[in-house]
């Protein structure tokens, strides 16, 4: 008797390159933080000379982190979700309830998008001060980089999140026309 091995499931090549170069990003800005972190413990507490962008810059870089990799947190599952149903409906019912509950998250998504923008726009005059500072001590002259960039993650990381949440109900709906179970536990 011979075993046939299924082939594992190939993702299509742009959600391949955009998975690589989400975790590119992760671990890029996480060492970044690091090294950043590092070098101020050291300069504060062997030099006794602080850096006083480090903090600022820390902090922007941890706030594109969380909302650029929201979305590939949800297409992982490691969001909280509170299920106390799924287990006891049929599988229609189960996406009934999903896209119950996805036409208020999206249309909360897409108002923080539309929001987020306008109140990122707010902001193009206001310049960010790590920068300026790092900049002006390196040429001589300040950057000019507005704190727009900073609060632009919030609708950006708002549209990833709202297009996974939508692909992955798009999803399910699909299977369930199909006959196909997203659950490898009851679709062996």
């Known amino acids: 008797?011979?075993?046939?091995?299924?082939?594992?499931?190939?993702?299509?090549?742009?959600?391949?390159?955009?998975?690589s170069a989400m975790r590119f990003f992760a671990g890029t800005s996480m060492l970044a933080?690091?090294?950043?972190?590092?070098?101020?413990?050291?300069a504060r507490y062997v030099l006794n000379s602080s850096l006083i962008w480090a903090e600022e810059m820390c902090r922007y870089i941890l706030i594109w982190q969380s909302f650029l990799l929201i979305g590939i947190a949800y297409h992982r599952g490691e969001l909280v979700v509170l299920d106390v149903l799924s287990g006891r409906v049929s599988p229609t019912a189960k996406f009934l309830i999903r896209l119950t509950v996805a036409i208020p998250v999206c249309y909360f998504l897409y108002l923080l998008i539309?929001?987020?923008?306008?109140?990122?726009g707010r902001f193009k005059a206001?310049?960010?001060?790590?920068?300026?500072?790092?900049?002006?001590?390196?040429?001589?002259?300040p950057a000019h980089v507005p704190i727009f960039w900073v609060y632009v993650s919030v609708p950006v990381g708002c549209a990833i999140l709202l297009i996974h949440y939508a692909g992955?109900?798009?999803?399910?709906?699909?299977?369930?026309?199909?006959?196909?179970?997203?659950?490898?536990?009851?679709n062996p």
């Open 126 to 141: 206001q310049t960010i001060p790590a920068i300026d500072f790092i900049w002006t001590s390196l040429t001589g002259r």
């Open 168 to 186: 992955s109900i798009a999803y399910d709906g699909f299977l369930l026309l199909t006959g196909k179970n997203a659950d490898p536990v009851a």
């Open 33 to 42: 933080i690091v090294v950043i972190m590092i070098v101020q413990v050291f």
């Open 114 to 120: 539309v929001h987020g923008i306008v109140h990122a």
């Open 1 to 19: 008797m011979q075993v046939v091995t299924p082939e594992p499931h190939r993702e299509p090549t742009f959600l391949a390159w955009y998975g």
